[in-house]
């Protein structure tokens, strides 16, 4: 069963709006979150991430919101921008427990058209 | 480039013949990771290794799979008797150990495998 959730396989929009990102997990159990990125033939690079004990985080034009009670966190990118286009994959895991393995969800493809 | 590297970064092979890849991880981390992405699918965990002890393997590591790290340093991950199923990118991560903190784990480029 999976852990991780992300419903949506793909997601457009247009070149200066809002990317808003989701995805869903099981696990109670888990107390880290983290955003990769993805380009094809290449490794997924870190985006962002956020503790169990924080509700929010933002770097620059990515923002990651964590809702504990419903298990949900999303990803706003603001403004999009063409480079921003790649696949997305929502991650957890358990630092207080050794930093385990990390556990993906399956993806969101986002374009962003110009 | 002081970055994850893995070789080779493509591999064809014919069902049945053993394959084997490398991975050579961020030279001051003492954990490694292997994992698996298949089509339409996420990364998922294969194995990993704290310096050169193997402490998990997940049940997606069959008998035909074998993951060594000899010196805490390269690891290697040897498929036997390769199946059409074992085509996929198999990605190996690399982080440091502290405890009580998360320790980003840095991926290399990945070794896409595909069994005809």
């Known amino acids: 069963d999976q852990q991780v959730k992300q419903n949506s396989p793909s997601l457009s929009v247009q070149e200066g709006r809002i990317s808003i990102l989701n995805c869903d997990y099981t696990?109670?159990?888990?107390?880290?979150f983290l955003w990769y990125k993805k380009y094809p033939a290449e490794g997924p690079t870190f985006l962002i991430s956020?503790?169990?004990?924080?509700d929010k985080n933002e770097d620059g034009r990515f923002t990651v919101f964590l809702n504990k009670s419903a298990k949900h966190l999303s990803l706003h990118i603001v403004p999009s921008q063409p480079g921003d286009s790649a696949v997305y994959f929502c991650?957890?895991?358990?630092?207080?427990?050794?930093?385990?393995?990390?556990?993906f969800g399956k993806g969101t493809r986002l374009s962003v058209i110009a | 480039d002081t970055g994850v590297s893995q070789d080779p970064r493509h591999k064809i092979t014919k069902r049945g013949q053993n394959v084997t890849f490398r991975c050579d991880p961020i030279?001051?981390?003492?954990?490694l990771y292997w994992y698996r992405q298949t089509l339409g699918q996420g990364p998922e965990f294969l194995t990993y290794?704290?310096?050169?002890?193997?402490?998990?393997k997940s049940r997606l590591l069959s008998d035909r799979f074998s993951a060594e790290r000899p010196k805490g340093s390269f690891s290697t991950l040897e498929i036997q008797r390769t199946e059409q199923g074992d085509s996929a990118m198999y990605l190996c991560?690399?982080?440091?150990?502290?405890?009580?903190?998360?320790?980003?784990?840095?991926f290399g480029p990945g070794t896409r495998l595909t069994v005809l």
């Open positions: 991560a690399s982080s440091r150990t502290s405890g009580g903190a998360y320790n980003e784990q840095f």
């Open positions: 696990n109670s159990m888990f107390d880290y």
């Open positions: 956020i503790s169990s004990i924080k």
């Open positions: 991650a957890a895991l358990l630092v207080d427990s050794g930093n385990t393995p990390l556990v």
């Open positions: 030279s001051e981390h003492n954990r």
């Open positions: 290794f704290q310096n050169e002890a193997q402490l998990e």
